[in-house]
């Protein structure tokens, strides 16, 4: 199997409890995977484990061939992955700016400057020297891209970014998905409950269910396909 993402055969779980069962899947650059499926079937714990941060059970991550069991969850950045986690991860303590300089750190090569993830996301530039939490939903939502972005990533791990933010704001966001793909062939592997938004920018959609792969296919065969939306997506 061969992607900038290969995922072959991953099983994790969380102590003795297994959760994600032989799950394969590629994403190629410039694509952007949706990763669907219903509360509890697997989605976060697949980031986490292709990101490093939950141990495989069996299986492995590859990117371009090289297999992420030897990379540190910290040096992920290096190898040209981010992870944009749940929750979002900025450091609401610090401004805008800082958190930006903080996603510079570990770097695969020279970072972005700031002004390009500040024309990127103008709100964030009005609020540079302002601390975290008073951002928005939605403007903690650009700082945590942003954040990833600066390290010039190749693939980006991205965990609900639509959680809690409204459907304007969320369309936003999804937009600026596209366009960073069209312009800078980034890929994407993005888990959402947010199934239409997710599949209106989606090339593939890959619906989970109790830690299996359920279903696979592009993401407009997904979304015509009523069956399958009811059995697994809820709409
Ligand atoms: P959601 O959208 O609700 O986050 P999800 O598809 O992302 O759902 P996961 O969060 O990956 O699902 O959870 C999958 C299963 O793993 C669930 O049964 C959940 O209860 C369990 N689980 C998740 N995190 C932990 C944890 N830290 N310890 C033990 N079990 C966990």
Do not use: C
């Not at 997710?198 to 993401?219: E, F, K, N, P």
């Amino acid at each position: 199997m061969s992607g900038l993402l290969a995922v072959e055969g991953l099983s994790a779980g969380y102590g003795a409890v297994p959760v994600l069962h032989e799950i394969d899947l590629t994403v190629q650059p410039g694509e952007i995977v949706a990763v669907l499926g219903a509360n509890g079937a697997g989605k976060t714990t697949l980031l986490r484990t292709v990101s490093g941060l939950l141990p495989a059970t069996a299986g492995r991550v590859t990117i371009d061939g090289v297999d992420l069991r030897t990379v540190r969850p910290e040096r992920m950045v290096r190898h040209g992955v981010a992870h944009v986690p749940e929750g979002r991860g900025v450091v609401t303590e610090l401004t805008v700016d800082e958190n930006l300089r903080l996603g510079g750190l570990w770097r695969r090569s020279k970072p972005a400057d700031r002004d390009e993830i500040y024309e990127l996301f103008p709100p964030l530039a009005e609020r540079r020297h302002q601390p975290g939490h008073q951002l928005s939903g939605g403007e903690r939502q650009m700082l945590a891209l942003g954040r990833a972005l600066i390290a010039k990533p190749r693939l980006l791990l991205l965990d609900e970014p639509s959680l809690g933010l409204a459907p304007k704001i969320i369309a936003q966001i999804m937009g600026l998905l596209r366009d960073l793909r069209d312009r800078t062939g980034l890929a994407v592997l993005l888990v959402e409950q947010n199934v239409r938004s997710a599949l209106s920018i989606a090339d593939v959609g890959v619906v989970l269910s109790l830690g299996r792969v359920a279903a696979r296919d592009s993401a407009a065969t997904l979304a015509a396909d009523a069956d399958l939306r009811h059995a697994y997506l809820g709409f």
